[in-house]
């Protein structure tokens, strides 16, 4: 016990409630996990008993979900005093292997992406299956099976069938519109962010400090926009809606949303507002002689279109679609938040190169919330 | 990293930020030429793959950092878990809902 580390740790009495004292070696034990564990489980365990399938079943319990709630957050709040670098400066090194020496906050953040990363996996697999599990609706439509099952408006029966938002979205240029731009405004974001990096990292003395300043709180602020029109032209495309006027080759008309075009989790009696109806459908037939046979064989040689408007029950593509995206959209409204402080500390003149890793470390976070786009945005809005 | 420059000339976030943006605007248009959907679906995944890896590498600094093996082997770690899912939940016979018990088939809502 005569060397320094064990004479420091003596004096210490490293306590598994306080703050880690980075300069007395490896951080200490912490209660923190579990008392998480034990707020999220009570948490989980009673919400699950106030609702069923959405609707309050049971409203005696959801005192004990608010105590789980505050459980969680005083443990937060631990974990928080333990390992947050109160002087914005200092950065813990993991000791463990494989990360030895790797700023712990930066492998945290790593792990955190992966896990969810493998949240975003079972989206996507959920719409990969029922995309190749359910027939397509095109498909249904013109097999002309709808038909002889009279699953149409007039009997109310719908098929269960998949549409994909991208039917909806592709259909235009001016639908896959707000799509488009958000595509572009995400990938701009991820520009902006490492240029305030970039920025906030220039050592002392190269660059004036007042430039820096400015340089890095218009990057972020920057950011901040991109992020807030991305939530906004979702909000267009899921909600609202937008209107063209008559300009050079256009005609004046209502781009409509996709709950206006009635693509939603509840559809389970959709139809589109032009379309799907048997007329067309012959007529369809008639100009492709293959598919003609299987029309005809589906129907019969004397059916005469009568005007019926196949109806769909759509809830499970939608549902995927919603989910999904809307999945990401919270990542979006997450990373607002972080950036509106951010942004804040920056104009303050709060980053130094002693502490730009933050703006690292949240832009690996706003890196990955472009990653995932950069999927979600073909396979559910173009394909 | 954040100083690299490509072939020795230009600045590296930039010149991805510019390969994004070209490869964002080849995919939209892609789309709108109405090509088969086999060969739709092509472009977008032959565009999607460098896309991904062009922000994982450059964006987040997977390549050309001191820590990048390691932070890489970690990104790559649930890999394995993904092809799982990908392949036993995504990929399954189109027909395996028939033979999936009545509550978990798709169209069964009586919740």
């Known amino acids: 016990m005569s060397d320094g580390y064990h004479d420091n740790e003596h004096e210490h009495h490293a306590s598994a409630w306080g703050p880690h004292d980075w300069s007395h070696g490896a951080p200490h034990n912490s209660w923190s996990p579990i008392i998480m564990s034990i707020g999220i489980g009570i948490f989980l365990y009673t919400v699950a008993s106030v609702y069923s399938w959405g609707e309050m079943v049971d409203s005696s319990s959801i005192a004990l979900v608010l105590i789980g709630m505050m459980i969680t957050f005083f443990g937060l709040l631990i974990w928080w005093r333990q390992d947050a670098s109160f002087d914005g400066v200092y950065e813990p090194k993991a000791t463990g292997t494989p990360f030895q020496n790797i700023e712990i906050r930066k492998v945290a953040m790593w792990v955190f992406l992966m896990s969810e990363m493998m949240v975003f996996t079972s989206l996507f697999s959920t719409y990969m299956r029922y995309r190749f599990g359910i027939d397509s609706c095109q498909e249904v439509y013109e097999s002309g099976s709808w038909i002889v099952n009279s699953q149409n408006v007039d009997t109310g029966e719908a098929v269960n069938c998949f549409l994909p938002a991208s039917e909806l979205i592709a259909s235009s240029w001016f639908h896959i519109a707000p799509g488009a731009i958000n595509t572009f405004a995400l990938i701009v974001s991820s520009f902006t962010i490492v240029q305030a990096l970039r920025w906030a990292k220039k050592p002392v003395g190269s660059v004036d400090e007042e430039v820096r300043r400015k340089r890095v709180y218009r990057y972020l602020g920057s950011t901040w926009v991109l992020a807030i029109i991305f939530l906004t032209l979702k909000m267009v495309e899921w909600f609202i809606g937008f209107y063209i006027p008559a300009i050079g080759p256009f005609h004046e008309h209502d781009i409509m949303s996709l709950v206006e075009e009635g693509y939603t989790i509840h559809a389970d009696h959709y139809h589109p507002h032009h379309g799907w109806d048997d007329v067309h459908l012959a007529e369809l037939a008639a100009l492709h002689p293959e598919d003609y046979q299987a029309y005809l064989a589906a129907v019969g040689p004397n059916y005469e279109p009568t005007n019926a408007v196949m109806l769909a029950d759509i809830r499970v593509s939608s549902s995927t679609f919603f989910v999904t995206t809307g999945t990401h959209g919270a990542h979006v409204f997450i990373g607002i938040i972080g950036l509106t402080y951010m942004t804040w500390k920056a104009w303050t003149g709060g980053y130094t190169p002693q502490n730009a890793v933050s703006i690292e470390y949240f832009g690996l976070y706003w890196h990955f919330v472009d990653l995932i786009w950069v999927l979600v945005f073909p396979f559910f809005y173009l394909y | ?111």
């Open chain 2, 1 to 111: 990293m954040s100083d690299h420059l490509l072939f020795g000339k230009f600045d590296l976030y930039w010149a991805n930020f510019i390969g994004l943006i070209v490869l964002t605007a080849i995919e939209v248009a892609a789309v709108g030429l109405d090509f088969s959907e086999t060969i739709t679906l092509f472009i977008l995944v032959g565009i999607a793959i460098p896309k991904f890896i062009m922000i994982a590498a450059i964006f987040m600094h997977l390549w050309g950092d001191k820590d990048s093996k390691i932070l890489t082997l970690t990104a790559l770690f649930p890999a394995f878990f993904i092809v799982i899912m990908v392949l036993f939940i995504g990929l399954t016979h189109p027909e395996a809902s028939i033979g999936l018990p009545e509550w978990c088939r798709p169209g069964y809502y009586k919740l």
